[in-house]
Each structure stands twice: as structure tokens, then as C-alpha cells.
């Protein structure tokens, strides 16, 4: 009898002991992956940025493997490491939702379901009268948006002073944000948790008109050049969302959710980048898992698809548009799964070429660069996720240059006022993320490397190594007392083109350098996580952003 107690009590301890040495899970794995992983691994787990994590794609891999990734991240690729978000119990969780992952039910978009998200929070007309200029600045373009991505906020920041002129709750990780061109008193912004928000740049903070809940998972945003339309991609239910963009009154959804894809399957497809453009009165959206982009001509009654352009590449993303003659013209459409910018004509309404940036590239532009060069004419550019690389093409859709850079990036800018782009590495890991690549725009190549360490701050000449420029960096730690490498990225223009100014996504501050050298001026400091910066003045001359 007692034997028989030890023994149970022997195998009671040793289910408790593997329990305990395990650690217990008290995550909620969906929401979690909802949160954090489905903007990269699509809400069917489809994969798009990130890998295919469906079932029959892990049932062979190790568990143990697949929970290390999670934690650890994998180096020189989008995929950050979540140890500072989830513990192992945590992450082997994730792996098992994942490996027995049963599929969800799709969700349709209808236009009821998106009414119902919408609130008028003030009166705009009232607002018109009252404040005819702007009380809180000279000009609102002289404006610029900040994204903070964990505080789920946008930041108005004066453009020519770098001071916070005020803070709103925008939803979870603010994403996009836009102008309205014809009355730039008017910018939106899009959260990745759907939420579509208008302001009123001339108010005292810049206050909220209305805002509405387009879906569950967005992306992005776009404002028609005649002011009068506004509209929003979805990931969740797929599909586009046409507003009134004085009201954010919802007038017509575009549901994606059966599409043909490349492959000749219907199925579901989300939508990643939106574009406004000036060549005619047209919005387009990209389906991100069809390979399809779409033109609505809001000019005609019930705002019709008078344009279907397919098989442009798999996983289509963000990009931008052409600059000088014709502008807006085209459209250079990223595709990450078949690493190619695929040429969208506004006036044949067709697909006239794909420029290949490379195996494995993943094209990310952001919001791309197209400049004027003395020997090839006009030029356009985008970053490599996955490489570390610029490749820049000319306007009969050639590659001329590959610029190196330190590792893959998402963001190369630039504007007139400026001699060079400005390409991050912020996927290139702590040894290359605190570096920008200041490339020359007639030269292509690489003039001048920013770098931010934890102390010191230098540009470089790249051949003599010689530094131009230094200044001190104010040290920052994170909550473990360990310092911290800025993470930095997404180089905007501002201050009428004096200055540039430079996320340090990890160290809550934005870094502001001159325009024409690179030179460091100073930082805008108490931010958390600031991700995007959009100038109000610079996006005005941008067709597409």
C-alpha cells in the first residue's frame, strides 16, 4: 500500500516538476497572433511578408525549432524576435495554435457593418468659421504627423521647430496617415486595427472631425486630388472602403474576399497599398494575395472598377508613383513573392512592365523615390527587405544601378531640396540597423553613411572613411538597464526641405539632420515607438502619397 502511495506521489512530482520546469501559458494565442503576426502571415496564416504558416507548410518542422524562431527572431529578415513579448511556455503555444491551425471563417465586407462605425465627433462646418487659419502654427503645412506604434497614437509635430503641438489615440499601431491636397487643412490617418481618423489641422491641437471603424486589420489610405474621396484598404474582411473625405461618411466597400489569384484559385485576397493620383479621376488599390491592382473611377455614378489589371506578382505591397513628365502616370506596384515592381499604366489601364529587383529582394519602397537624374533621365527606387540593397531603374523600365547598403531596409526617400536618397537598414540587424545610406542622385553611389551609435553619432565618407560630421548621442536603456542600438528608419522630408527627419524607433526620439548635407541639428525627444513621419508640406507635391 505504501509502495503504491510512492509511486503515484513519485509520478505526481514528476508531472507537476515537467509542468513547473515548461512553465504554463496563460496567452491568448489568437488574439496575440492577430496582434502581432497577422499583418506579416495574413489572417488565414497564408503568409505574404512572412512565411506560409499553415499546417501542411510546419507539420514536418521541429516544435522546438519553431519556438526558438519565435523568441530569437531570424536575422537580416522581417521577423523580429518576441522574447521581450513572450516567454518559451508562450511561444510553444504559438506553435501548437499554429501546426493545428483549422482555418477562419472569411469575413465579407458590406457597407452596413462599416456605417456602423461610424462617429461624427465634431462639427467641421463649425470649425470652418471659427478657425479660417491655424491657431496652433504659420501654415498647416507646415505640420508633420508622427506615428507612435505601441501607444497607438499620432503625434502632430511643428515641422519648423520640431515641438509635439499634440498627442491622439488613433488605434493600435497608427499605420498610414494622409493629406487632403485641395484643403490640406484636412490629413487622415489608418491603423492596423481599422480605425479611419479625420482631423482639422487649423484647430487649437488639431482636433478630431469623425472617425470610423473600416474592418478589423487595414493598411492603407488614400485622398482623391479633388479632396472629395477617401479611401482605405483592408485586411480584414478583405477589401476597400470609398468615404466621403469631408465626413468619412462610408459610400461603397469593393470586397475581396472571392478573387482569382495567380494561380487560377478564387479565393480571398487582402488589400495592401492604396494611391490617389493626378493623371485622371482615379484611386487604386492593390490585392496583396491575387496579384491584381484595381482603379475606381470616382468621376462616375457608383464609383465603378473601370480597371482589372492581373498577374502583376505574388504578395503585392506598398509603392508609389512617377514624378515629371505625366506625372502620376504610373504606378510601380511591389510584389514581395516574386520580387518584382510591377508598371501600372493609368492611361492604357494595363500592367507595360515588371522591373526584377533581385532574388529573395522583397521590394519594400515605402514611400519610393523618383528624381530627375542629368544622364538617364527620370529615375525611380526601392529599397530590399530581405538584402541589403537599392535598385534604381529609369523610365524604359531598365535597372541601371544596384546600390549595397548595410542590410535590408523599408524606407528610401527623398525630395528636391535634397542631393541624395535616403535608404535605411533597419532589417539588417543591432550591427546595421542604426545606419542610413545617403546615396547621390546623379552619381548612384553611396556619398555619405549615417550612423547612430549608442554614445556617438557620425557621417562618413564611405571610400575615406573619413568622418564629416559627429555629435553626441544621448544614451538610452531599455526597462533591463541594457543600452540600447537605435533602430532607425523612414527618412522624411520636412521644414520646407531644410531638414530630413529620422525615426529612432527604439529609443523614442526622432533624429533631424540637414537636408543637404546630412548634418545632425537635434532631437525630438518623449516619443513612444515613433515609426512613420509624414511632412503635410512634402506629401502636398507627391502624387500617390
Not at 473611377?297 to 492581373?310: A, C, E, L, M, Q
Amino acid at each position: 500500500m505504501r509502495l503504491g502511495k510512492l509511486v503515484i506521489s513519485a509520478a505526481a512530482l514528476a508531472v507537476v516538476s515537467t509542468g513547473l520546469f515548461a512553465g504554463t501559458s496563460h496567452m491568448d494565442v489568437e488574439k496575440m497572433f492577430e496582434k502581432e503576426c497577422q499583418g506579416c502571415h495574413g489572417p488565414n496564416h497564408e503568409g505574404g511578408v512572412g512565411a506560409d504558416l499553415r499546417p501542411a507548410k510546419l507539420e514536418k518542422k521541429n516544435a522546438y525549432t519553431l519556438a526558438e524562431v519565435i523568441l530569437n527572431g531570424r536575422p537580416g529578415t522581417a521577423m523580429p524576435p518576441f522574447a521581450n513579448k513572450m516567454t518559451k511556455a508562450d511561444a510553444q503555444k504559438m506553435v501548437d495554435y499554429l501546426q493545428h491551425f483549422k482555418g477562419k471563417k472569411i469575413e465579407v465586407l458590406t457597407l452596413d457593418a462599416v456605417k456602423r462605425g461610424w462617429k461624427k465627433l465634431n462639427d467641421r462646418m463649425k470649425f470652418l468659421k471659427k478657425y479660417p487659419n491655424p491657431i496652433d502654427v504659420k501654415k498647416n503645412t507646415d505640420i508633420c504627423f508622427v506615428t507612435e506604434r505601441d501607444a497607438a497614437r499620432v503625434v502632430f509635430v511643428d515641422g519648423t521647430t520640431g515641438k509635439i503641438l499634440s498627442r491622439h489615440p488613433a488605434g493600435f499601431a497608427v499605420h498610414v496617415t494622409v493629406t487632403n491636397k485641395r484643403q490640406p487643412r484636412y490629413a487622415y490617418s489608418i491603423s492596423r486595427s481599422g480605425l479611419v481618423t479625420m482631423f482639422d489641422l487649423n484647430t487649437p491641437g488639431q482636433q478630431k472631425i469623425a472617425e470610423c471603424q473600416v474592418g478589423s486589420d487595414s493598411r492603407g489610405l488614400a485622398v482623391s486630388p479633388d479632396g472629395k474621396y477617401l479611401m482605405a484598404g483592408n485586411y480584414v474582411p478583405g477589401g476597400a472602403v470609398l468615404m466621403d473625405a469631408m465626413t468619412l461618411e462610408p459610400l461603397k466597400v469593393y470586397p475581396t474576399s472571392s478573387v482569382i489569384n495567380m494561380d487560377g484559385d478564387i479565393g480571398s485576397s487582402r488589400v495592401a497599398g492604396v494611391y490617389d493620383t493626378p493623371y485622371g479621376p482615379y484611386i487604386a488599390f492593390a490585392l496583396k494575395d491575387a496579384g491584381h491592382v484595381y482603379i475606381i473611377d470616382y468621376s462616375k455614378p457608383n464609383y465603378p472598377i473601370v480597371g482589372d489589371i492581373p498577374n502583376i506578382g505574388k504578395i503585392l505591397h506598398d509603392g508609389f508613383e512617377n514624378e515629371g513628365k505625366e506625372i502620376g502616370r504610373y504606378l510601380m506596384q511591389a510584389s514581395q513573392g516574386s520580387d518584382v515592381m510591377g508598371v501600372v499604366d493609368f492611361k492604357t489601364k494595363s500592367l507595360v512592365a515588371k522591373v526584377y529587383t533581385g532574388p529573395g529582394s522583397k521590394p519594400h519602397p515605402g514611400q519610393g523615390s523618383s528624381w530627375y537624374n542629368d544622364r538617364y533621365g527620370q529615375l525611380y527606387a526601392t529599397n530590399s527587405m530581405n538584402v541589403g540593397d537599392v535598385v534604381i531603374w529609369d523610365s524604359d523600365w531598365n535597372v541601371v544601378a544596384h546600390i549595397r547598403t548595410a542590410g535590408g531596409g523599408l524606407f528610401v526617400g527623398t525630395s528636391e531640396h535634397t542631393p541624395f536618397i535616403w535608404s535605411d537598414n533597419v532589417l539588417g540587424g543591432p550591427a546595421n540597423w542604426n545606419k542610413i545610406y545617403l546615396i547621390n542622385k546623379q552619381t548612384l553611389e553611396t556619398d555619405r553613411i549615417l550612423t547612430v551609435g549608442t554614445k556617438r553619432g557620425t557621417i562618413i565618407d564611405p571610400v575615406t572613411h573619413k568622418t564629416l560630421y559627429s555629435w553626441k548621442v544621448p544614451t538610452v536603456k531599455d526597462k533591463k538597464g541594457k543600452v540600447i542600438i537605435p533602430r532607425i528608419l523612414h527618412a522624411e522630408p520636412a521644414n520646407h526641405g531644410k531638414w530630413t527627419m529620422v525615426s529612432e524607433w527604439n529609443a523614442g526620439r526622432i533624429g533631424i539632420y540637414e537636408a543637404k548635407t546630412g548634418k545632425f541639428v537635434k532631437y525630438i525627444e518623449g516619443l513612444t515607438t515613433p515609426t512613420f513621419t509624414y511632412s503635410i508640406e512634402h506629401r502636398q507635391s507627391i502624387p500617390g502619397a
